[in-house]
């Protein structure tokens, strides 16, 4: 693939919206991550100037109670060797999704019944299509390029709150894009602070508690021209401080597919890598001080055969 | 630290050996990873010429049944999002050191009471010092230098077979070395390819079975002079493609401590990080293919509160 | 103990109500299963007349989603005996709570600080004091005795929603042990059958899965007189197809201890065995046929060192 | 059916002994638990006569290391309800095998392709036939009797090791039959007290350790005879306090079936129940004592969709 098309030339996807499927061949499993090739890898590590690394994964068990609901945060066991000189450990209930992660491309499909390059449920099921090893096997590094949303809010005279709400669209993005003095590169790792994380850590115990019942947060704009701005940039991966990286609240229903819930676009159409629930404020922070927000990211998935996601295992070196 | 001490000025151990403690502080945590500064990063990331990625980490479940008996594998469960659109997951029994993984300071002890610089037992129970969440705060990235065992033991008209215990010494690495065309820089990331790996990949079902009740391996030797060799080489970490790094069965008889089983010498005593069960048979081969033994090689490990070992979660970028 | 006193005769408690303590010695840790005595057992298996059993537990995973977010259902592994002839299994999240189980009397103190007897939070951390292998040691056996709300309610005339908070005071249990022509015998195993459970099986997808954010039920009403009355009755135990025994929502603010929430009078005070979520419409069923509302309930708690609650494994002959 | 056929009256099997399929329908998942009828429990429920209960069980972790190094034992948390007034707890890695339990007609087959009445090795993994929910539904429930091999073995002037491999022949069961004093009747559950579990207790540490390398234990004869025996005597159930019921090790070759390895008779053809690491020392010393060799046991299986094996959960009552 020399060069993607734009998002306008993409044929029409059967449920809205336009479909990137095919692109990097008809049993693809991989979606964008196929634009971070060595040549691409070779550019970005020469961002390495000073030799800091940002590592971008949360601790298990920081967010608790656990967003959602549905999942649980890590148990841990040390175990004494009997009659032994040291120790052991062993975890259980290891929700990738409950911390830093990536969404792989078996997460969210298209539709309810097909999913990135037209995989089945059942094929994800099996683990024999577009699941997280994929990517463990190809590999995630490339250049990473932060965008600092509460410092475009303020620089925009914007009231914002990152515990809310908040649709971030084009023009936001571009604000943000513009403050941070890069341009996009095609197989960007996009990485959009909207302070979120630091809000959690320091919200009150009973904020914290009320969460999971009523999730806000801010992120991406549920519209066609925030995919086709992502699409046309060509980024590899998309990923966020939130648990969702689109605005939350989405709205799933039938009704409003694919724009309600951009998942079924970013992932089901364009097999774009999701990143959720990273730690980018101490990265945010470097930012704004040097005035440098791209680096060489490098995330190793976990080799986790059949995996819907994997701990994000993510450094970005400066 | 401007310089670290040879090993014959380190002061002599209690229980033997030369002790390498207190070199960065009387409350460190890190041992030697305190070598990963950011100009030795800064100046490993040029490594990265072709912007190929090697992944280290084999996939969960590799070694079936578990070398140790005591672990076990991790366990899967793929979950249907109830009335939803995609899928979750969740993994239990997930054992660090059943496959590619560091060893914490927190996992062998200078002797059976204190492990590295001063901790004790309890320190490691409670999670208070020496676990792996220090490393993964801090970040494992440098230098990756690759020794080829199999190689040098052809180069040097030896028989070798790597699912028998050969105990590799001084001039054995030293031959290894020589042949990958290296010196070795302070804080380097010393990969021992002994070929163990893909001995095992290509062992029959029976072997396999049989392989935990009586453990084989190549390794380090049992030996002062290999210790005063790695220490003197100032690394910062040792990986290898076997169970152990050092070859096995080791001696953990008080009558041979310190000796009889290095862990307690490399990571009791030096602080040194180990790494165990690495994929290194494809970087091997592609060593061997360019004369390239070096490269950029970045761990992340798990943001695990409390944790004795990880996931290597290591790619080496050439 | 002869005789146990009557409720008016306990010494007044420090946070109100009276405290049943110290009845079966300062060290005691079984509470109220003291009265299950071989003498009360036998004359209970006297009941056992048509020889047939009811099993009293719902199938692992029959609440799903969990009522309580923060457990989970367990989670099933079939193992495939490595070249053998057979299968084996592993449970994983297997939270006793959440499906039919006993409360032990470290489950909820009388206080926030102070558990049945006096034991502490530590005491019951430490696995000291309280926990259920207590019981598992002695045995749950004895005269059960059915009360059947539902058709209780009919006779009274009333309106009833077993999806609905509903406070059952005395009047309401005498009506129900009028209703099912039992007296009370010192040691009884009460089961409040409320309809719950089968309203639960009934109950429409939407209905469950909004159910744990607005969690309701008919239980045992927010009183002294219904405390005075299950004491006075002398019941060993009290179990309910409800996942509280008392009506819910309950209220645990400060204000209204202990009665409030009763848990804290029924285990922390009186030593009370508190079964939930058993399944009783078969039972209640065969009850209303036969006339005979009385049986031999013979539960056997799980082996669990240092358990806060147990799998019912409850049968009830008649 | 109203008396079942002698062993020499069943038909042969294809793989050697007599086939025991059928007698209850061709659709059958409960095997010889059909014996345990409504009248047979009446019956048995006359055996209370003290109301003493024996709790057959051995807690959670007795076995460690476990003595099938491919399981391992439960591990337990105990969770502070946030910001709450009490304890939950949860449980992972729970082997049903690796404590006291019942083998479903799940666990082993007739042979390793067809299960007991004709099951298939797929109809186990999807959980549709023989899986031990069918045994928890239909409860079991009767008469137990006891054999006390070490006091028989002292009868009969034998040297006798509960730690080494004995074979436990007819005339020997009919030894401690005899000195039981009791006949059998059709739907009996025979507890076979080896002395193992005692044994087992009292063994010191590196005993323990080693056992798992090298599993010998008393059990029943590798022959025909003591099929014929069992079967003739319609028991429905033997349990023992032994890993396997059968002495061991025994021989799972093709050579050697059906006879070599009795689980695949005992299960697999006549689909009787086996419980193993039952705790009988208990009630073996009070039937010595008292000269009474009988009571009724009840147990109560998890109510495990899909499960291989349970937890006994059982109490015998005299």
New interface residues.
């Given amino acids: 693939m020399n060069r993607l098309p734009d998002y306008d030339q993409l044929p029409p996807g059967p449920h809205g919206g336009r479909l990137g499927w095919g692109l990097f061949g008809a049993g693809d499993d991989l979606g964008l991550v196929n634009l971070l090739?060595?040549?691409?890898?070779?550019?970005a590590?020469k961002l390495?100037?000073?030799?800091?690394?940002f590592?971008l994964?949360?601790?298990?068990?920081t967010f608790?109670?656990p967003l959602n609901?549905?999942?649980?945060n890590?148990?841990?066991?040390?175990?004494?060797?009997?009659?032994?000189?040291?120790?052991?450990?062993?975890?259980?209930?290891?929700?990738?999704?409950a911390?830093?992660q990536w969404d792989s491309l078996?997460?969210?499909?298209y539709?309810?019944e097909v999913y990135y390059n037209g995989a089945t449920?059942e094929d994800?099921?099996a683990?024999r299509r577009n699941t997280v090893?994929g990517w463990?096997?190809h590999?995630i590094?490339g250049r990473g390029v932060l965008l600092d949303i509460p410092a475009t809010m303020r620089e925009l005279g914007r009231d914002y709150d990152p515990g809310e709400t908040v649709e971030l669209g084009v023009a936001e993005l571009e604000a943000a894009r513009e403050l941070s003095g890069v341009d996009y590169r095609t197989g960007d790792i996009l990485l959009i602070h909207t302070g979120f994380g630091s809000w959690y850590r320091d919200a009150p115990?009973e904020v914290r508690?009320a969460l999971?019942?009523g999730l806000r947060a801010p992120g991406l704009e549920h519209s066609e021209d925030v995919c086709r701005y992502l699409w046309n940039a060509h980024v590899a991966a998309v990923a966020s401080d939130t648990f969702a990286v689109e605005a939350w609240p989405a709205d799933?229903s039938e009704a409003r597919q694919p724009f309600g819930?951009i998942?079924?676009m970013l992932i089901g159409s364009f097999g774009m890598a999701l990143g959720e629930l990273w730690w980018l404020a101490d990265l945010a922070a470097d930012c704004a001080e040097t005035g440098v927000y791209e680096g060489?990211l490098?995330?190793?998935p976990?080799?986790?055969?059949?995996?819907?996601?994997s701990?994000?295992?993510?450094?970005l070196?400066k």
Avoid: C, L
């Fill in positions: 090739t060595p040549e691409r890898v070779a550019e590590a390495v100037r000073r030799g800091v690394g590592s994964d949360v601790p298990h068990g608790a109670p609901s549905a999942r649980g890590p148990r841990h066991h040390v175990i004494a060797q009997p009659g032994g000189i040291g120790f052991d450990d062993v975890w259980d209930n290891v929700y990738p999704q911390g830093s078996a997460h969210i499909g539709t309810r449920a994800i099921r683990g090893d463990a096997r590999g590094a115990p508690k999971p019942r799933t819930f998942h079924q060489f490098v995330s190793a976990t080799q986790a055969p059949g995996g819907i996601a701990a994000a295992n993510a450094v070196f």
